[in-house]
């Protein structure tokens, strides 16, 4: 079981940066996907970025490669997404995902915890 809480959203220029996190109370040791995920209005969930606990080994959407970086500070059991470069295209509200053990990443099928959202608005 993991309940997951994000902070961090706001509304930044293009070309601004923002840093998400989510706090992860977490009450297995099994090592699991942790992942960033989007979805504006009118589209599906999309995977953004993603952290395997058991190895740190770190994933990302082509669309955000080189601009986003996801980190996990495990003293805190937090996770974070640095975001550089934002372009209009970013705004959507994004959820923190965890507790998937296999297949790919960025399904957010058999994700089994998810935060309740942070919303990000990048202006041109």
């Known amino acids: 079981q993991v309940h997951l809480v994000e902070s961090g959203g706001g509304s ?3 070309g601004g ?3 998400l996190s989510c706090a992860a109370s977490i009450y297995t040791y099994r090592a699991m996907y942790m992942a960033w995920f989007r979805q504006a209005p009118g589209n599906g969930r999309e995977g953004v970025a993603c952290i ?3 190895d740190e080994v770190t994933y990302y959407a082509d669309s955000v490669k080189g601009r986003f970086t996801i980190s996990r500070d495990i003293a805190k ?3 974070y997404l ?3 470069s934002l372009k209009p295209e970013d705004t959507a509200m994004y959820y923190c995902a965890a507790g998937k053990y296999g297949g790919t990443w960025y399904s957010a099928v058999d994700y089994k915890s998810w935060g309740q959202g942070t919303q990000v608005t990048v202006s041109s």
């Open 52 to 54: 395997y606990t058991g």
């Open 12 to 14: 930044v220029q293009a």
């Open 17 to 19: 940066s923002l840093t």
């Open 82 to 84: 640095q975001m550089n």
């Open 77 to 79: 059991s937090t996770v």
